[in-house]
């Protein structure tokens, strides 16, 4: 019975060695300049060095392959920036600079996964690209909720925090781009983008405060015509 138990350990973990593989091989293909749409399932098993008929003990198809690449990147960054709010405890200054770098870092590590994100969020693949969208929406309902933990958003209607989370969101894919274009040795620029980040921040933040007087301001004038 163990040594059942211990040759189906072995085989999951073969398993996933090869899924693992098949992701990062198209990762690796994209790495050179080429579409998600461009590549082909015999390319990815050639370059993971697996037979094609071993991709589909993974994957229906490479838009399903596609789809494995989105959730990895994005499952584990949503719980990690949750997290990070979490520990803040309500302090917005707290969160909001670890939670820039905690992200700017993790873009850093996982640079490939990024820059597929980045460039097939307006990519060929339909369903790459909802899903990409999709996932964006979470970030967004996920920080829109997590707003709540700051005494200084909780009044404000759900529907602002909405609007504040994906300016936020948005925001963040913007440094994507930036970051992923500098190299390992350029940290003073990688610094200065952090700074900037975080201060871009701010200035949501301190915006969406006034919006908050402002709509306040705008209802009592009306109520008074």
Avoid at 2 to 25: I, V
Avoid at 42 to 71: C, I, K, Q, S, W
């Amino acid at each position: 019975m163990l040594a059942h138990l211990t040759t189906m350990t072995a085989r999951d973990e073969r398993k996933q060695q090869t899924r693992q593989s098949l992701l990062e091989a198209t990762l690796k293909l994209m790495k050179e300049g080429r579409g998600f749409v461009s590549i082909s399932l015999r390319e990815v098993t050639r370059e993971a060095g697996v037979v094609p008929t071993a991709f589909y003990r993974h994957f229906r198809d490479m838009d399903e392959l596609g789809l494995a690449l989105v959730d990895d990147v994005s499952l584990s960054l949503r719980k990690m920036l949750r997290d990070e709010r979490v520990k803040a405890k309500g302090a917005g200054h707290i969160a909001l600079q670890s939670s820039v770098m905690m992200f700017l870092l993790y873009v850093r590590q996982e640079a490939q996964s990024f820059e597929f994100l980045v460039r097939e969020r307006m990519g060929g693949s339909t369903k790459v690209r909802e899903a990409i969208q999709r996932e964006v929406r979470h970030f967004v309902t996920d920080l829109a909720n997590d707003f709540r933990m700051f005494p200084e958003m909780q009044n404000l209607p759900s529907d602002d925090l909405e609007m504040i989370a994906d300016l936020v969101i948005n925001t963040a894919i913007n440094w994507c781009g930036e970051i992923l274009a500098l190299t390992s040795d350029q940290v003073r620029l990688q610094y200065e983008l952090s700074m900037r980040a975080v201060k871009q921040l701010r200035l949501i933040f301190v915006g969406a405060s006034h919006w908050k007087v402002e709509q306040g301001a705008a209802e009592k004038t009306a109520a008074a015509v």
